[in-house]
């Protein structure tokens, strides 16, 4: 009961945190992602709100989040190489590479 209450305050944290940061999509990466219980509560809680994006070609361990890290480093440069502030197209257009990347990865 109480690891049960632990789980699904995580779920709740990470619902928080993507409302917050006014996302759509989440990417589960790190070693806690193996926990089925905890996997099994995002899908069912949070997947009809958001893109949950899982690893498929790469090890869900910690090993891995340094290339979300780079993932994340490519999207800053690619923004801070615009004088002015970003237009929707390229707002849209560096989402779409962002989602790219993140799909290669995952």
């Not at 917050?20 to 989440?26: D, E, R, V, Y």
């Not at 004088?83 to 290669?104: D, F, I, K, W, Y």
Request: hydrophobic share 40%; net charge positive; aromatic share 4%.
């Amino acid at each position: 009961r109480i690891a049960l209450q632990v789980h699904l305050t995580l779920v709740d944290m990470v619902d928080r945190i993507a409302w917050l940061a006014g996302t759509q999509h989440i990417a589960c990466s790190g070693g806690v992602f193996q926990n089925a219980l905890l996997v099994d509560l995002l899908q069912t809680r949070l997947g009809h709100k958001y893109v949950l994006h899982f690893h498929k070609q790469l090890s869900p361990n910690d090993e891995s989040i340094p290339l979300g890290q780079l993932a994340r480093l490519q999207l800053s440069k690619a923004a801070s190489r615009q004088e002015e502030p970003p237009t929707q197209q390229a707002t849209t257009s560096l989402r779409r590479s962002m989602n790219g990347v993140l799909t290669s990865l995952l």
